[in-house]
């Protein structure tokens, strides 16, 4: 590598993936990654880094650290343009308890349920539509100590909530590699690329093999019975259960087109300021202001409504065709109008034909040199002219 960099001629373009790892700041030693960056012994510095992230502040933050860089600046992918493709999902389902209490089993129990409803439903839509199979994962994620008690209670829970669920079903994806027999339950070891394509494996069992980097979109549900308060790892984790199955939306079917996490041991108020991030666009850089228009909905806690079956079908029929509107925000800051303003109207269809500035039609002019408007409903609103 170093004899490359040093070539005449040639630039090496170092692209690094999941940039924000490797990326802690220690003034008593570095990371591989760091030694990749800015050289290490005889090793050359990276002559260009280029750094990808969903969370890029970590890189940012130490990247200024380093020596002899010149920082650009960032890149931000349009969430508006990433949520229209369907390659993420539409919602993300929180469920985090307020109350104090043991609810870990309680909300095991809750996701079993969930996948096996998600299950249902997958079946009904590529039948109908003749395609493959779906076969929906939960992601059950322990402590790293956990005692084999723990996890037999787990299992146990597991199957009795779904008893049918073959013995083959539950994986472990641990650090130590290995199969595990407890309590008379036999769960093998599966490497983490491995898994999208294990469809056998209904439900895995992880450390922190699926925090960072890991893609699965078949990942449907997540329980986690680790605690988490880091704003970063929140966001990894989230974006890890964000894809869709079949890279496209799923028109008419809120089910297949969220994700559902049960996080009993999460703080609660840093999951939801990214829970409030996510759903502006933004990242934990903090960005929100910078990405106005996402679309990604966090429900916390929601509360499933269903159809009366009682009610005349052309009611329904009636309400669909309703017009509906969204109420406006009653305090936006004025730039952040602007912005969403100019991602709307590349948008928007105009018209060729010159017709009359649109103050000259809707407005008069006043005795205050301002223009107010001749609607009645907003006589007391004033427009400012030139």
Known sequence: MGNTIEQDGVTVYMFLDEAHRGMKHDTERTTIVQRLINGYRNAPAMPVVVGISATVERFEETIKLFPDRDKLSSVTVDPVKVQDSGLIKDAIVLHIPDEQGQFDMVLLREGVKKLRAVTQEWDQYTGAEGTSPIHPLLVVQVPDKATNDELATILHTVYEAWPELPDTAVANVFGEHQGLQIAGYSVDYISPQDVQDAHDVRVLLAKEAISTGWDCPRAEVLVSFRPAADQTHITQLLGRLMRTPLAMRIPGNEPLNSVTCFLPFFEKDTALKVADRLMKGGTSKGDDELNPGGQLQVLIEPVEVHRNQD??????????????????????????????????????AFSTTRTRPPWQRCAEPSMEGSFSTRTRSTQSARIFGP
Not at 312 to 336: C, F, H, N, Y
């Open 311 to 348: 009610v005349d079908e052309r009611v329904w029929d009636v309400m669909a065709s309703l017009p509906s509107q969204t109420i406006p925000q009653g305090k936006q800051r004025p730039i952040k109008r602007l912005q969403e303003l100019a991602q709307r109207l590349p948008r928007t």
